[in-house]
């Protein structure tokens, strides 16, 4: 496919998206209020939600269109992956800047994926973003996207989180957790010139890309590493602050658990691990789209996330001063305009 | 009620062997849509890069801004061709039939054994 088709196409979809989220979600939900108000009700759960939601003609066509644009946005066409497939050679060449050797990168050639990663192709990604050299990149370019209406800045809010985590303090030496290709990991190298960063992805793909970036940047204080979030391999006590982005809810509850583990093991005494992610609505129909958005994006952990009682989980493991609160992706995001997800900054200190 | 996690799917069976999600009542209209959603969208990249060419011929000189956008020469023929695609378009929506031959929906499943 040409490079002007592929625009034009993505363009296209990108365009049904910011309808879909905006003008279709707003039509939803009055219809779903209209409806809850015919019938005196006022819905608390996702269930009593669902009763009436599941009936509008409107959340037939609201559902589906979430499900196939992502497909055309990875698969069809005029999707990521055939467009990057297609130019396999060139697109490798460009981010093989890395020379061997280079401690900026550290594969591990023999790192078995879990099961549960292997199992779903996260975000209808086929492949997922670990089993093709290419899925670096499309997850990259895939996530201009992600949230349709932030459009060019869409690599702010990862800025805007290093800015919150500096008003907390200034660390040392920071693990940034399921790195990907970094697009968390580089804000916070930048912000914090002095400390070093690691970041760990269980995605060689991924990886490449983010080591790619980090030296087009000209970023010295930053390493990716291959490894699983659970079983990082750095010392015990070697960091003073931990982080995530979008991380905890593509894992299963039972690694929660264990990420939290290795967070608490490998975090000074009075280190912080902060991680932003999609946690709770307490709006039961907001909760609705959200639940179901992980069914239908192949995000099968958000509702076990949104469930978890994360602030016990933390004080079982020594945490203190835990802080749970909304994050604005964007400064002028409003939830009574488009639909939003429960974008959360969650942040904890290791006991002193 | 299921558990939450019910849905989660935990072995590493094929995407072709795991059946598409279904969001309306006939799980056709989901197979439908997706056929006229990829349509339109090849309505739009066609779309496009017919403005591609436009701009380009105005550019070079080729043609002209107010000859792309006069009045078609024929209004009548314009007419007409707009009716026979109007009718294409739309008379599947008539369901009857093009060629004499059985009418309704009929089913092998019943009667005696074939």
């Known amino acids: 496919m040409n490079e002007r088709s592929f625009n034009a196409g993505q363009r296209f979809l990108l365009a049904a998206k910011q309808y879909w989220t905006t003008k279709m979600y707003t039509q939803l939900r009055r219809e779903y209020e209209d409806k809850c108000k015919q019938l005196g009700v006022e819905p608390k759960t996702v269930s009593e939600v669902a009763e009436i939601t599941e009936n509008l003609t409107l959340y037939h066509f609201f559902a589906w269109f979430e499900r196939h644009l992502q497909i055309g946005k990875y698969a069809g066409r005029y999707g990521l992956v055939p467009y990057y497939a297609e130019r396999r050679q060139e697109v490798l060449k460009e981010i093989d800047t890395v020379p061997e050797g280079d401690p900026i990168l550290e594969l591990n050639p023999d790192m078995k994926m879990p099961l549960y990663y292997e199992a779903t192709d996260i975000h209808q990604h086929p492949g997922g973003v670990w089993s093709d050299d290419t899925a670096g990149l499309v997850y990259q370019h895939g996530a201009r996207t992600t949230t349709p209406l932030l459009g060019a800045a869409h690599e702010d809010l990862h800025y805007r989180f290093a800015e919150e985590i500096a008003a907390g303090g200034t660390p040392t030496a920071v693990l940034d957790m399921a790195c990907g290709f970094g697009k968390t990991t580089l804000p916070l190298a930048i912000r914090f010139p002095e400390a070093q960063v690691v970041g760990v992805d269980l995605a060689a793909p991924c990886l490449r890309v983010a080591a790619h970036n980090a030296r087009a940047k000209g970023l010295k204080n930053v390493r990716f590493k291959q490894a699983d979030a659970i079983e990082t391999g750095l010392e015990s006590g070697s960091v003073d602050l931990v982080t995530s982005s979008m991380f905890l809810h593509e894992v299963p509850p039972r690694y929660i658990e264990k990420v939290l583990d290795e967070a608490a093991r490998v975090l000074k005494p009075g280190g912080r691990m902060v991680h932003l992610d999609f946690y709770y609505f307490p709006d039961a129909f907001a909760r609705f789209l959200h639940y179901g958005h992980g069914r239908r994006n192949n995000e099968p952990y958000m509702q076990p996330l949104a469930e978890l009682d994360l602030p016990e989980m933390m004080r079982e493991r020594g945490f203190t001063d835990i802080e749970i609160r909304p994050f604005k992706e964007s400064p002028d995001a409003d939830s009574k305009t488009a639909w939003r997800f429960p974008w959360t900054y969650i942040s904890a200190r290791k006991a002193a | ?114």
């Open chain 2, 1 to 114: 009620m299921k558990s939450p996690r019910d849905y989660v799917i935990e072995n590493n069976e094929p995407a072709t062997m795991r059946s598409e999600q279904i969001f309306f009542d006939d799980p056709a209209v989901d197979r439908v849509m997706g056929v006229l959603f990829s349509l339109a969208q090849e309505h739009y990249v066609l779309h496009d890069r017919v403005r591609a060419l436009e701009e380009l011929l105005v550019e070079k000189g080729v043609v002209s801004a107010e000859a792309l956008n006069a009045p078609p020469r024929d209004e009548a023929a314009a007419h007409r061709d707009a009716a026979e695609f109007a009718e294409a378009l739309l008379r599947p929506i008539l369901g009857v039939q093009t060629a004499k031959g059985l009418t309704g929906r009929f089913s092998l499943a019943r009667g005696k054994a074939q």
